[in-house]
């Protein structure tokens, strides 16, 4: 995870100097399946492209990784761990912009596969001491509250619904997919930063919109995705509550282009839809680190051209 971070801020700070293109997802469709592709440059990272299907036998996951200068494609890598150490990795960058740098204590509504690289990436950017977790289903919460304590060495405790795992907290993650919001938009503190990484359709919401009227900075991973994409935002703008005009790219605020946050009441809120610039750092990580240690299969370059 710390060279998932790692990767992931020099993205955002590559895209915020200029030096990166992002594209939004594209979602062509069949009636029982569709397919999901994403595509990134990072300048001196290569050049790559995730795709994805989705059908009633599950989800499929590829990235294709170019290099940057020459165009060789350089790896195939399967990447369903990838996509969820991609988006802890943005949370965790997020986290270090956004929140307090004394913030001790999380709450995360979720105990899913991507729960798990959330949960992980907070607790490295950020001294936590404690954490609650809540998802419907009780044997669920209690064994992810069992095994990230024993991983992380942080204490997390299962509650009985959403408002005491957020009440008390300093951080929030919500990563369901939900599509009514989670919690009253009224019960954050001030000072509160929140991770939204389960609302990536628009018909997803986790947040009300008094959550999303009461915050003082909103960013996105990918602006012109969160404009079709994300079902928290979409309603307060449909309804007058904010403007796309007030919502601001991560990457401007890791390159120093925009403010963080500027005071300890600050209600912050990062909308992470997941943007394929993650999935590059993370798959040039992957590559380098496979090369070093001779794993994978090396193709033919009859195969890679």
């Known amino acids: ?5 790692a990767a992931v801020e020099n993205a955002f700070l590559l895209l915020g100097q200029g030096r990166g293109d992002n594209k939004a997802r594209q979602r062509p469709r069949l009636e029982r399946s ?5 595509a990134a440059a990072l300048e001196g990272v ?6 994805y299907t989705i059908s009633e036998r599950g989800a499929r996951f590829v990235v294709l990784l170019w290099a940057p200068d020459t165009g060789d494609l350089l790896a195939m890598i399967e990447a369903d761990k990838l996509g969820q150490m991609r988006t802890g990795a943005a949370t965790g960058v ?3 912009c956004l929140s307090r740098s004394d913030s001790s204590t999380v709450g995360i509504i979720g105990s899913g596969w991507q729960a798990r690289s959330q949960l ?6 950020r001294p936590i001491r404690s954490s609650w977790v809540y998802s ?11 095994d990230m304590s024993r991983k992380l060495g942080v204490p997390v405790e299962p509650v009985q619904d959403a408002e005491s795992a957020v009440g008390q907290a300093d951080i929030v993650v919500t990563v369901t997919k939900s599509e009514k919001p989670l919690f009253a938009g009224s019960l954050l503190r001030d000072g509160t930063h929140i991770n939204a990484a ?9 947040l009300d919109i008094s959550a999303i009227e009461r915050m003082d900075l909103i960013t996105v991973d990918h602006l012109p995705q969160a404009q079709i994409e994300a079902g928290d935002l979409i309603p307060a703008v449909d309804c007058g509550v904010l403007t796309w005009d007030h919502v601001v790219e991560l990457a401007d605020v890791v390159s120093g282009r925009v403010a963080g946050r500027t005071n300890e009441r600050m209600l ?6 997941g943007a394929a610039l993650e999935d590059v750092a993370v798959a040039r990580v992957i590559y380098e680190n496979a090369r070093k240690k001779s794993m994978g299969t090396w193709l033919p370059e009859s195969i890679l051209g």
């Not at 995870?1 to 971070?5: F, I, N, P, T």
């Not at 290569?46 to 795709?51: E, P, Q, R, S, Y």
């Not at 419907?136 to 069992?146: G, L, V």
């Open 120 to 125: 992980e990436a907070v607790c490295l950017v």
């Open 34 to 38: 569709g397919l999901q592709v994403m």
């Open 136 to 146: 419907p289903n009780p044997e669920h919460r209690s064994a992810f509250a069992e």
């Open 94 to 96: 997020a986290t270090r």
């Open 268 to 273: 912050t809120l990062f909308e992470s839809q």
């Open 46 to 51: 290569g050049m790559g492209l995730k795709a």
């Open 1 to 5: 995870m710390e060279e998932a971070v």
């Open 198 to 206: 389960g609302s990536n359709r628009s018909t997803a919401q986790e």
